[in-house]
Antibody, heavy 123, light 106 residues
Framework: QLQLQESGPGLVKPSETLSLTCTVS??????????WGWIRQPPGKGLEWIAS???????DYNPSLKSRVTISVDTSKNQFSLKLSSVTAADTAVYYC???????????????WGQGTLVTVSS | DIQMTQSPSSLSASVGDRVTITCRAS??????LNWYQQKPGKAPKLLIY???TLQTGVPSRFSGSGSGTDFTLTISSLQPEDFATYYC????????FGQGTRLEIK
């Protein structure tokens, strides 16, 4: 059974960089036909897609966050990562890593999700 | 960005009721529409992809329809475990989600 697990600091100071890693177990991140991505959800609010990556390194980004976001993949560790720079309180959210069936664009849904990790931006 | 608008934003219903949630896209997205269920404190769960295809393991009381800009999620006979928040999501372009529909017990 595929499992995804987010890890990283739960508290980040304003203007600093948020860094999260997703470890994939029970399957290979290099499997064809799947992209890997990040989605976030501010407390009590809806879902916002952030970015996705293929094992080859091909990426897609949410235009509203693109200037601050970097997604990367480490196939040797079966992990992918998110960096979000210059964070503010508005970036406080539960961050989910997830698997896209197909690419994020023209794909067939997000079928596996991590449990989510709350990241709070505060001094 | 393609904007996704769900209606209603909240809904009260009883066990056994038939419920329909609507999702409208700001432009045509063909059939690139997915539905998710989210319970408090949990990650979303994929219910339906490509507008009408039931994800493996999802009960058949869930169904989806639509194409272009207008889509619906129907639950034919509500069960206690169905009370949750539902989100639509388009995958025609950079993904965007609807604002969610909270389904509550009447």
């Amino acid at each position: 059974q595929l499992q995804l697990q987010e890890s990283g600091p739960g508290l980040v100071k304003p203007s600093e960089t948020l860094s999260l890693t997703c470890t994939v177990s029970g399957g290979s991140i290099s499997s064809s036909s799947y992209y890997w991505g990040w989605i976030r959800q501010p407390p009590g609010k809806g879902l916002e897609w952030i970015a996705s990556i293929y094992h080859s390194g091909s990426t897609d980004y949410n235009p509203s966050l693109k200037s601050r976001v970097t997604i990367s993949v480490d196939t040797s560790k079966n992990q992918f990562s998110l960096k979000l720079s210059s964070v503010t309180a508005a970036d406080t959210a539960v961050y989910y890593c997830a698997r896209h069936r197909g690419s994020a664009v023209a794909g067939r849904g997000i079928d596996y999700w991590g449990q989510g990790t709350l990241v709070t931006v505060s001094s | 960005d393609i904007q996704m608008t769900q209606s209603p934003s909240s809904l009260s219903a009883s066990v056994g009721d038939r419920v329909t949630i609507t999702c409208r896209a700001s432009q045509s997205i063909s059939g690139y529409l997915n539905w998710y269920q989210q319970k408090p404190g949990k990650a979303p769960k994929l219910l339906i992809y490509a507008a009408s295809t039931l994800q493996t393991g999802v009960p058949s009381r869930f169904s989806g329809s639509g194409s272009g800009t207008d889509f619906t999620l129907t639950i034919s006979s509500l069960q206690p475990e169905d009370f949750a928040t539902y989100y639509c999501q388009q995958s025609y372009s950079i993904p965007t989600f609807g604002q969610g529909t909270r389904l509550e017990i009447k």
